[in-house]
């Protein structure tokens, strides 16, 4: 085998095991094992991803957009935004914190789907029959569970 060829072989594997090494701890950081589930206050098991603080009191846009999170989002991401096993990511979790998905990728989520890149649901749908306004709303009271969390 000619240098050149052996040297590009080199470095095509340490590429490749780069990419593994990667892909591997993006797995660990957002690993579902990480995310206890927890019991409902009856004491009953649910499928929720994470244990969250409801906020006592929310209002405009939070408040307008709790219902409308709950008529069109809850089915995957659980009620107030805890992911549900096997059905899709908790949104109160410091992977949707302001700083690295903004609102504008909610909007984008909600208008032409996404491909699944944190975590192993799956790719998410585009939302039918919601409009700018009523995702802003539902991102505003996101936006309000996760400040009540921590998450900012």
């Known amino acids: 085998m000619k240098p050149v060829h052996a040297a590009?072989?080199?470095?095509?594997?340490?590429?490749?095991?780069?990419?593994?090494l990667w892909g591997g701890w993006l797995g660990r950081a957002t690993s579902r094992a990480q995310m206890p589930t927890i019991a409902?206050?009856?004491?009953?098991?649910?499928?929720?991803?994470?244990?969250?603080?409801?906020?006592?009191?929310l209002s405009g846009n939070a408040a307008l957009g709790a219902p409308?999170?709950?008529?069109?989002?809850a089915?995957?991401?659980?009620?107030?935004?805890?992911g549900r096993d096997g059905r899709g990511p908790p949104l109160i979790?410091?992977?949707y914190e302001p700083s690295h998905h903004g609102d504008e990728a909610f909007q984008i989520?909600?208008?032409?789907?996404?491909?699944?890149?944190?975590?192993?649901?799956?790719n998410m749908a585009p939302v039918e029959?919601?409009?700018r306004g009523d995702v802003s709303m539902i991102v505003a009271y996101i936006r309000a569970v996760q400040q009540a969390n921590g998450i900012r």
């Open 75 to 82: 089915t995957c991401h659980g009620e107030n935004a805890v």
């Open 129 to 131: 029959g919601l409009t």
């Open 40 to 57: 409902a206050e009856t004491g009953a098991a649910t499928d929720a991803l994470v244990e969250i603080t409801v906020p006592d009191g």
């Open 93 to 95: 979790h410091r992977i």
């Open 109 to 122: 989520a909600v208008a032409q789907g996404v491909r699944a890149h944190h975590w192993p649901f799956g």
């Open 68 to 73: 409308l999170f709950a008529a069109a989002c």
């Open 8 to 20: 590009m072989a080199g470095a095509g594997v340490a590429i490749l095991v780069g990419f593994a």
